[in-house]
């Protein structure tokens, strides 16, 4: 495929990884503790751990799965955006003050409290799997179309970004990562606007042509209202939104260790506003985008190769349109958000490493410098495998789907079992059992029953597949409940528990 990739748009490429590996080495170079290490000396303003928060949300795949999906149906998945500022108050009131008020750097430590150590050897199992998938799937995906659209090969690209993030993790830690994640951010701000607004200049009648085109094909629409639960509606993706973001703002160890690297309370709470409120605006421009992508190659449907995915039609319009400089700067962009993410999951794995397997099971008693050493091997360690997961990828396509799947798996039990020791005072270890024996065999049904040729059609999953964590994760809070319920007083919780209601 011909592109116009030039002198200028890979010098713009090369200052993006220069900038970003010199701040991430010399801003978290200084942090040689495991308190610097995993919480950045809990010293951060607001708005630099918001905007992290913000890098945390957008990875590779918004940005390059929003436009596709905006050009190819219409404004429907933007309903999840819209339940962020109810998640994000939800979590300012009682989640941000129940992890600042603990401490623990482990986002599962207090689940051990509540239920026994079988339930934080859960959770954290199951988040590790998640991020490891998560990353390998986030450089598959930013790697493939810029691998078709400029020739080269997927599997240095993939190298070179694995590499490049997992070498600042290392060296500097959250610091480095919160940092880094800033100016990755800003960059892929700064690249969606341009596009945006170069786009609407593009089109032969401007702003009235892409009104016009987008209003005869429905492509503002929000989805249907229509009480159906086996639709992509507004409903489904509304609750389905709630979910996810409770997820990502409660149990997910990713945004547990930004609340702690804000210098104060009311920095960390500044911090969680801005993050989840920016994102609201800020994917409403990504669907702008594959709306205008839409209109302007109905506009010109010869300068879209035929059989072109609806994933890729960016990216191409991104290295066959674009003037040079800023084709360099919306790739940027694309690596900005993969690595964002990537350094993200690697300083959080390896804090739950340290957390919960090393200090928890081998070693109790190691002291700061143990510690810290462990760090550095998990994030390396961490930082090969999920680049391996990545590559491997390039010749098991498949697994997407099966990651996708688990992940999901993983989140929903852990979600509801968070859930029902945050708001059922006397759950005990029994009620915890109960519910995630009977949610995660739902969610695997749920996740998986399509798939299952042997079962009968009347036996397989009727919902929509974003109900599947929403009805996973309800099962375990409500049958834990229930268990509570019919056990009377039963079990008292362990003793010494922070319970979460008290903070």
């Given at each position: 495929?011909?592109?116009?990739?030039?002198?200028?748009?890979?010098?713009?490429?090369?200052?993006?990884?220069?900038?970003?590996?010199?701040?991430?080495?010399?801003?978290?170079?200084?942090?040689?503790?495991?308190?610097?290490?995993?919480?950045?000396?809990?010293?951060?303003?607001?708005?630099?751990?918001?905007?992290?928060?913000?890098?945390?949300?957008?990875?590779?795949?918004?940005?390059?799965?929003?436009?596709?999906?905006?050009?190819?149906?219409?404004?429907?998945?933007?309903?999840?955006?819209?339940?962020?500022?109810l998640a994000t108050w939800i979590a300012v009131r009682w989640f941000l003050p129940f992890y600042r008020t603990g401490g623990h750097i482990s986002a599962y430590q207090h689940l051990e409290e509540r239920f026994g150590p079988w339930a934080r050897v859960y959770a954290?199992?199951?988040?590790?799997?998640?991020?490891?998938?998560?990353?390998?799937?986030?450089?598959?995906?930013?790697?493939?179309?810029?691998?078709?659209?400029?020739?080269?090969?997927?599997?240095?690209?993939?190298?070179?970004?694995?590499?490049?993030?997992?070498?600042?993790?290392?060296?500097?830690?959250?610091?480095?990562?919160?940092?880094?994640?800033?100016?990755?951010?800003?960059?892929?701000?700064?690249?969606?606007?341009?596009?945006?607004?170069?786009?609407?200049?593009?089109?032969?009648?401007?702003?009235?042509?892409?009104?016009?085109?987008?209003?005869?094909?429905?492509?503002?629409?929000?989805?249907?209202?229509?009480?159906?639960?086996?639709?992509?509606?507004?409903?489904?993706?509304?609750?389905?939104?709630?979910?996810?973001?409770?997820?990502?703002?409660?149990i997910d160890q990713n945004y547990v260790q930004r609340y702690l690297a804000a210098k104060s309370d009311r920095e960390a709470r500044k911090s969680l506003w801005l993050g989840g409120l920016l994102y609201v605006p800020l994917s409403a421009i990504f669907f702008f985008?594959?709306?205008?992508?839409?209109?302007?190659?109905?506009?010109?449907?010869?300068?879209?190769?035929?059989?072109?995915?609806?994933?890729?039609?960016?990216?191409?319009?991104?290295?066959?349109?674009?003037?040079?400089?800023?084709?360099?700067?919306?790739?940027?962009?694309?690596?900005?958000?993969?690595?964002?993410?990537?350094?993200?999951?690697?300083?959080?794995?390896?804090?739950?490493?340290?957390?919960?397997?090393?200090?928890?099971?081998?070693?109790?008693?190691?002291?700061?410098?143990?510690?810290?050493?462990?760090?550095?091997?998990?994030?390396?360690?961490?930082?090969?495998?999920?680049?391996?997961?990545?590559?491997?990828?390039?010749?098991?396509?498949?697994?997407?789907?099966?990651?996708?799947?688990?992940?999901?798996?993983?989140?929903?039990?852990?979600?509801?079992?968070?859930?029902?020791?945050?708001?059922?005072?006397?759950?005990?270890?029994?009620?915890?059992?109960?519910?995630?024996?009977?949610?995660?065999?739902?969610?695997?049904?749920?996740?998986?029953?399509?798939?299952?040729?042997?079962?009968?059609?009347?036996?397989?999953?009727?919902?929509?597949?974003?109900?599947?964590?929403?009805?996973?994760?309800?099962?375990?809070?409500?049958?834990?409940?229930?268990?509570?319920?019919?056990?009377?007083?039963?079990?008292?919780?362990?003793?010494?528990?922070?319970?979460?209601?008290?903070?």
């Amino acid at each position: 495929m011909p592109t116009h990739f030039t002198a200028l748009d890979s010098a713009v490429l090369i200052g993006y990884f220069v900038v970003t590996l010199a701040a991430g080495f010399l801003i978290g170079r200084g942090h040689r503790s495991v308190e610097g290490y995993t919480a950045a000396g809990r010293s951060l303003p607001g708005w630099l751990t918001g905007l992290s928060i913000l890098g945390t949300y957008v990875s590779s795949i918004s940005f390059l799965g929003v436009p596709g999906k905006a050009f190819a149906t219409n404004w429907n998945a933007y309903v999840f955006s819209l339940a962020i500022p109810l998640a994000t108050w939800i979590a300012v009131r009682w989640f941000l003050p129940f992890y600042r008020t603990g401490g623990h750097i482990s986002a599962y430590q207090h689940l051990e409290e509540r239920f026994g150590p079988w339930a934080r050897v859960y959770a954290s199992t199951c988040y590790l799997l998640t991020q490891l998938a998560r990353m390998g799937t986030v450089m598959y995906l930013m790697a493939l179309p810029l691998s078709v659209l400029l020739g080269w090969d997927i599997r240095w690209i993939i190298l070179v970004t694995g590499i490049s993030v997992t070498l600042y993790t290392y060296v500097g830690g959250l610091v480095a990562v919160i940092w880094t994640d800033a100016i990755q951010t800003v960059i892929l701000i700064i690249g969606a606007l341009v596009c945006a607004i170069l786009m609407v200049t593009l089109l032969p009648g401007g702003w009235g042509e892409l009104m016009q085109v987008a209003g005869a094909h429905d492509k503002w629409s929000l989805g249907s209202f229509a009480p159906d639960l086996g639709q992509s509606t507004f409903w489904v993706v509304l609750v389905y939104g709630l979910v996810i973001n409770l997820q990502n703002f409660g149990i997910d160890q990713n945004y547990v260790q930004r609340y702690l690297a804000a210098k104060s309370d009311r920095e960390a709470r500044k911090s969680l506003w801005l993050g989840g409120l920016l994102y609201v605006p800020l994917s409403a421009i990504f669907f702008f985008i594959g709306t205008a992508l839409f209109a302007y190659y109905a506009a010109h449907p010869d300068r879209l190769p035929a059989g072109t995915a609806p994933d890729a039609v960016f990216p191409w319009f991104i290295v066959s349109v674009l003037p040079p400089g800023v084709t360099g700067l919306l790739i940027a962009a694309i690596f900005a958000a993969a690595m964002s993410t990537v350094s993200t999951s690697l300083n959080s794995s390896a804090t739950i490493l340290m957390a919960d397997v090393y200090r928890r099971f081998i070693a109790p008693q190691a002291d700061d410098a143990r510690a810290l050493r462990m760090l550095h091997i998990t994030t390396f360690v961490w930082g090969v495998l999920g680049t391996g997961v990545a590559l491997a990828m390039i010749h098991a396509k498949s697994a997407l789907d099966v990651w996708w799947n688990l992940a999901g798996i993983f989140g929903g039990g852990t979600l509801g079992l968070f859930l029902l020791g945050f708001a059922a005072r006397r759950a005990t270890r029994g009620a915890a059992l109960a519910g995630v024996g009977v949610g995660v065999p739902l969610i695997v049904w749920l996740a998986l029953s399509r798939k299952w040729t042997w079962l009968a059609e009347s036996l397989r999953n009727p919902f929509h597949d974003n109900l599947t964590i929403v009805f996973g994760t309800a099962a375990v809070v409500l049958v834990g409940f229930g268990a509570v319920v019919l056990a009377g007083r039963g079990e008292r919780p362990t003793a010494n528990t922070q319970h979460p209601t008290s903070t």
